[in-house]
């Protein structure tokens, strides 16, 4: 599987073999010692440092069932009449599926399934940016792209990638994809990350958001025991980033039920006037405030008090 695939979650392995977790994560530990597999968070890859990109008929069969948990919860954070951005990737098909039912949505996005997950909705304008089809992932690159991005604003982009990391935020193995994303980061006044737990702690080649550019992450529930996973979310948390959970909280109440969202500023300039919720001044982030009370979990992160 990893060798069709280029990356597969310990959870995969499990439903895959029908074993538990610890049985596959022991399997994949002794895998690595032979040098068959690299371990990740949650998951394994291909020998040999920097991760492959996989093909999209591969890439949809990988943690299906997070990434829809994922998009469930993105969904919540668009408002009626928003102008969003939403770039390639298989968790934001998943996530345009459910913008279907926005009322007065205008989306702009490079990627062809993206647009064909909103061709029939009523209510919902999608704008295409130009640009050369990569047929990999379905994805307008190039700089026909993005040129049709410049003088773009929006009120925030959703973005997935290969890889994300507290140190080097989100990366992607691709140059033209990577330099696309960067174009739809410029058009956003904010980013959320949508990233299954198969790529917390995953380095890729090219850099597309660093970490203290993105907003918010909405990814998944870690599998039990993964400390590296829990580590890296920290990490995030205390570099100002968002971290959302999806399936056990929801997003915090101000992302919902506005009637209209009003034109953002660059994060840059928020920060300057100590209104970026990134910043270590002002109010600090946060995060899921809906989040039940009890004994402290991955989906109550908060950055740690220095």
Excluded: C, W
């Excluded at 570099?239 to 660059?266: C, I, L, N």
Aim: no cysteine; hydrophobic share 40%; charged share 20%.
């Amino acid at each position: 599987m990893v060798r069709a695939n280029g990356a597969v979650s310990l959870r995969e392995l499990a439903r895959v073999v029908q074993t538990s977790e610890v049985t596959v994560r022991r399997d994949v530990r002794a895998l690595e010692a032979e040098g068959l597999l690299d371990r990740r968070h949650g998951g394994a890859v291909l020998p040999g440092g920097f991760t492959r990109e996989s093909g999209f008929p591969q890439k949809s069969h990988l943690a299906t069932a997070e990434k829809t948990a994922i998009a469930d919860l993105a969904a919540g954070l668009v408002s009626e009449g928003e102008a969003v951005v939403v770039g390639a990737g298989t968790t934001t098909q998943e996530l345009a599926r459910r913008l279907a039912r926005v009322p007065g949505l205008t989306v702009v996005t490079n990627s062809l399934l993206v647009a064909q997950a909103l061709a029939h909705a009523n209510r919902v304008e999608v704008v295409m940016t130009g640009g050369t089809l990569r047929g990999s992932n379905y994805a307008l690159v190039g700089s026909g792209a993005e040129q049709s991005l410049q003088g773009l604003r929006v009120s925030r982009a959703f973005l997935s990638g290969s890889g994300l990391t507290a140190e080097r935020g989100l990366s992607t193995s691709n140059m033209l994809s990577a330099s696309v994303d960067r174009a739809l980061v410029q058009a956003a006044g904010e980013v959320v990350v949508l990233a299954d737990h198969t790529k917390l702690g995953t380095d890729t080649m090219f850099q597309t958001v660093p970490t203290d550019v993105i907003t918010r992450l909405v990814t998944d529930e870690p599998p039990p025991h993964d400390d590296r996973a829990d580590t890296e979310l920290q990490a995030l948390a205390d570099r100002g980033v968002q971290v959302t959970v999806a399936g056990t909280a929801a997003p915090a109440p101000h992302d919902r039920g506005r009637s209209e969202v009003p034109m953002p500023t660059p994060r840059r300039a928020a920060a300057s006037q100590g209104g970026s919720p990134n910043q270590g001044g002002g109010t600090p982030p946060t995060h899921l405030r809906s989040a039940p009370a009890g004994p402290p979990r991955v989906a109550d992160l908060a950055p740690r008090r220095r």
